[in-house]
């Protein structure tokens, strides 16, 4: 089987729920996945992956020539089947070039010939991307497996000690809050630096550690709650993606706007406080039981803008830091 994986993070950690419910079948099929470079960490802590297999293009990049090349590459592996996961032409080139015989993915932009087991999302009763991935490894109009199996990282004690080491965090036993503020989409997913700031204070002042976390893209916001917050840890920009799966396992809460951070700590199995503003919980919810969801659900959310189209950032704005506090509270000690 050959998975042509998506390109955001969060929607990589969503895809190990398919490779699970592939690997469940009988016979159990080899998984394969043609990914971005960035999400092999992502990948080798999922032990349904056989393997990785890099995809030379940069994001958004066309790069047909590298495409077709590489799935060339792949022909004598004998693949059976490849699901397209992305829902561009450019993504199921390589299968085609591959000359996998079954070609399963969504109806999409001008698929047809590249595709042969085209699919019609139906968005209603498909309404969660999870839901929408799992059900390309299903046979067409096959119920999807109750439950729907939720991403698992592979997590080592080595990996987590050597992380703590390298980012200057070891040898501190203190209950440690990891904060993610950022959000890649845009500005109508991200809870104030401020509130942030009042939660990290409070934590701080209880004995805890706070743990930034972001790109170097984040380092504006993560910069500004670390000011307000004399204390703080801040490692936006300062750690690769395996590091930062590594410590975001071995904090003892995550704080996180619904971003690919987000889904990585809620598959580390670690409790999450996910915080949703202009998204919908329904439709990319954390996949873990230790996850609590904090979202007001005004008349006007979710919109899924990139900023908010009225201008107050209300269905974030709003969220006041002691309801995040107390779901803070009760997730360690229910962890306890």
């Known amino acids: 089987?050959?998975?042509?994986?998506?390109?955001?993070?969060?929607?990589?950690?969503?895809?190990?729920?398919?490779?699970?419910?592939?690997?469940?079948?009988?016979?159990?099929?080899?998984?394969?996945?043609?990914?971005?470079?960035?999400?092999?960490?992502?990948?080798?802590?999922?032990?349904?992956?056989?393997?990785?297999?890099?995809?030379?293009?940069?994001?958004?990049?066309?790069?047909?020539?590298?495409?077709?090349?590489?799935?060339?590459?792949?022909?004598?592996?004998?693949?059976?089947?490849?699901?397209?996961?992305?829902?561009?032409?450019?993504?199921?080139?390589?299968?085609?070039?591959?000359?996998?015989?079954?070609?399963?993915?969504?109806?999409?932009?001008?698929?047809?010939?590249?595709?042969?087991?085209?699919?019609?999302?139906?968005?209603?009763?498909?309404?969660?991307?999870?839901?929408?991935?799992?059900?390309?490894?299903?046979?067409?109009?096959?119920?999807?497996?109750?439950?729907?199996?939720?991403?698992?990282?592979?997590?080592?004690?080595?990996?987590?000690?050597?992380?703590?080491?390298?980012?200057?965090?070891?040898?501190?036993?203190?209950?440690?809050?990891?904060?993610?503020?950022g959000a890649e989409y845009g500005p109508a997913k991200r809870w104030p630096a401020a509130c942030f700031a009042e939660v990290a204070r409070d934590r701080l002042a209880a004995g805890w550690q706070v743990w930034l976390f972001g790109s170097d893209k984040d380092r504006p916001i993560t910069g500004e709650i670390a000011d307000a917050a004399p204390g703080c840890t801040d490692l936006a920009g300062r750690t690769s993606l395996a590091q930062a799966i590594d410590l975001l396992a071995s904090a003892d809460v995550v704080v996180s706007n619904d971003s690919g951070l987000m889904h990585v700590a809620a598959a580390t199995g670690r409790p999450v406080v996910a915080l949703y503003g202009s998204s919908d919980p329904g439709y990319t919810p954390p996949l873990s039981s230790r996850a609590r969801i904090l979202y007001l659900g005004l008349d006007c959310s979710p919109c899924f803008q990139r900023e908010c189209p009225l201008g107050h950032l209300n269905c974030l704005r709003q969220m006041h830091p002691d309801r995040v506090l107390e779901a803070i509270t009760t997730l360690h000690r229910e962890a306890a």
């Open 1 to 181: 089987m050959l998975v042509v994986g998506p390109a955001w993070v969060g929607d990589m950690v969503m895809a190990q729920s398919l490779f699970i419910s592939l690997r469940q079948r009988q016979p159990s099929p080899e998984v394969d996945v043609i990914a971005p470079a960035w999400s092999l960490p992502l990948l080798e802590r999922m032990p349904e992956v056989r393997r990785a297999i890099p995809l030379p293009v940069a994001h958004g990049e066309l790069a047909l020539g590298r495409r077709w090349r590489l799935g060339r590459s792949l022909r004598r592996e004998g693949y059976q089947q490849a699901i397209v996961l992305p829902r561009s032409a450019k993504a199921a080139l390589p299968v085609l070039a591959a000359g996998v015989p079954r070609r399963t993915g969504y109806k999409g932009e001008h698929r047809y010939g590249l595709l042969n087991d085209i699919r019609p999302l139906d968005r209603q009763k498909l309404y969660r991307t999870v839901d929408r991935f799992v059900a390309l490894g299903q046979e067409a109009d096959v119920p999807l497996p109750p439950p729907v199996p939720e991403p698992h990282l592979e997590i080592s004690a080595t990996g987590r000690a050597a992380a703590r080491e390298a980012l200057g965090l070891a040898g501190d036993d203190a209950p440690a809050l990891a904060l993610c503020p």
